[in-house]
Structures are given as structure tokens and as C-alpha cells.
């Protein structure tokens, strides 16, 4: 029902830049290219050789400053280490809509954790640092092989998407349900002091229980 209704606002193409051209950017990238976006990736090194491979696939290929100034959109995908820089980096970003889907991870003694929790969350510290953007937390609760392909499951799995511009929410909704998800509003920014816990649940499944990565959620209704 909430997909039906993302999808009748529809909009038109939007120009995305996706920051971070590593295993989630790329899936970000085929999945948005595939629902008719254009596609910029920011990376910190454009004359790079490393680039030469996405530039092949059709894609452009720029300093993260020139991708985000030309995109409506911008997803990022660094690691939480390169956070700080990756958001100055892009300029100024007043009105822009940004998809964080970053998950605030580090090493702890028990291994792999999140660096930030219960009174705050990487999402609302996005925001902080991007001044005057509207930061959405949301396509940091699976792992990319699902963003790549969230096709072939019983039911189109979930995506939870979190931020305080209910004006601009749909149009979030609406990238998230061009990637194969069913997007589900789950409220303000804070609410990413909840989706990043969560994306742990999905880490463990898989990297801990041997869980395909795959796998994904889905919140199910009874008919
Ligand atoms: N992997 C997953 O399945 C998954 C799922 C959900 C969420 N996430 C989150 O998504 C983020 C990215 O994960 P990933 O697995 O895609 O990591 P990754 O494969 O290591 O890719 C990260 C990319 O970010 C680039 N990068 C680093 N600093 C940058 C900067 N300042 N400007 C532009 N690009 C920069 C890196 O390029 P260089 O190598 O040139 O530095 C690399 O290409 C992480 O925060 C992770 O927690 C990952």
C-alpha cells in the first residue's frame, strides 16, 4: 500500500551523486541507473586509475565538490572514518536531499560495533555537519549485494527511511522504491538511533551466523 502510493508521486529522473564508489555505491549506481538516474559518483581522486572501470560503464566520474553541486541528490557511501571529509568536502549543500547510508561502525573488544548510540546517531551527526540539506537515514540496513538486486524475495524486502523534512520524505520513499524496496517512513532523524542498531542485526545474521548475504527484511501484514 505505501509503495502504491510512493510510486503514484512519482517523479521525474533525478540526477544523483553518489559519494563513495566502493561495494555500496556501486549497487546504489546499477539499481538508480536501472530506474532511469543519472548517475555521478564524488570520489576523492577523479584522475585516478582505479576510476577507468566506471567510466567504461557509462558512468561520470568527479571530485566529490563537482558531483554533489550537480546532483538534486546525494547517497553517501564511505566508510564512518571518512565522514567528517567526505561532508565538507561537497560544499555547500543547503537544499539538497541526502541519503546516509552509512553505518557509524568501529572495533571495539567484542569486535565489530557502533561507535555511537542510544543519545545520538551517525544520521543526526550527518546532519549536523551538512548545513541547510535535508539528511535522510535509510539504505544502511542490508547489505549492498541486496541493494544490487532486491529482486527474487517473497515480498519486496524493506527499507526504513528516517528524517526530519516530512516535505521532501516522498521523494526518498520514491528513490528507495526505484532500488526494488518497499520504503517505509519511520519517522524523524533521530530514528536512526534505531536503524543503525538494526543494520547490526543484519551484520550479525551474516557475518556471525552464516546467514546468506542476501538475506534480507520485510515487515509482513496478515492478510
Ligand atoms: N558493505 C555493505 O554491505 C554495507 C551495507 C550497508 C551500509 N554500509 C555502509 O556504507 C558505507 C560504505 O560501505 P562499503 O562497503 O561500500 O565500503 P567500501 O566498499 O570500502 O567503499 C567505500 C568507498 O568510499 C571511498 N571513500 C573513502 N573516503 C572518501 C571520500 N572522502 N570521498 C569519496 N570517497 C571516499 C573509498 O574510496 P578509496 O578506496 O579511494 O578511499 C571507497 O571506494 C559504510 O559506512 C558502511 O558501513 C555498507
Not at 559519494?19 to 548517475?39: F, K
Not at 544490487?148 to 520514491?174: C, H, L, N, Q, W
Request: glycine share 12%; with cysteine.
Amino acid at each position: 500500500m505505501v509503495l502504491a502510493s510512493v510510486r503514484a508521486k512519482r517523479r521525474s529522473s533525478m540526477r544523483i551523486a553518489i559519494i563513495g564508489a566502493g561495494a555500496v555505491g556501486g549497487a546504489l549506481a546499477r539499481g538508480w541507473t536501472r530506474a532511469g538516474h543519472d548517475i555521478v559518483f564524488g570520489v576523492s581522486d577523479p584522475s585516478a586509475a582505479k576510476h577507468a572501470a566506471l567510466r567504461a560503464q557509462g558512468f561520470a566520474v568527479a571530485s566529490n565538490r563537482e558531483a554533489a553541486g550537480a546532483a538534486s541528490a546525494i547517497a553517501l557511501a564511505v566508510p564512518w572514518a571518512a565522514i567528517e571529509d567526505a561532508v565538507a568536502s561537497l560544499g555547500d549543500v543547503a537544499g539538497k536531499l541526502i541519503l546516509d547510508a552509512t553505518n557509524p561502525l568501529a572495533f571495539g573488544p567484542d569486535g565489530l560495533s557502533l561507535a555511537i548510540g542510544f543519545t545520538d546517531s551517525g544520521g543526526e551527526q550527518v546532519q549536523r555537519l551538512a548545513s541547510g540539506a535535508s539528511v535522510f537515514k535509510t539504505m544502511n540496513q542490508v547489505g549492498y549485494r541486496v541493494m544490487d538486486a532486491a529482486t527474487g524475495y517473497p515480498t519486496a524486502p524493506s527499507m526504513f527511511v528516517a528524517g526530519d523534512d516530512e516535505g521532501r520524505k516522498i521523494e526518498v520513499m520514491g528513490l528507495v522504491a526505484d532500488l526494488g524496496f518497499e520504503p517505509l517512513d519511520c519517522g524523524g532523524l533521530r530514528m536512526a538511533r534505531l536503524l543503525e542498531p538494526y543494520a547490526m542485526v543484519w551484520i550479525n545474521q551474516v557475518a556471525v551466523r552464516g546467514a546468506p548475504d542476501t538475506s534480507a527484511f520485510a515487515l509482513m501484514h496478515r492478510r
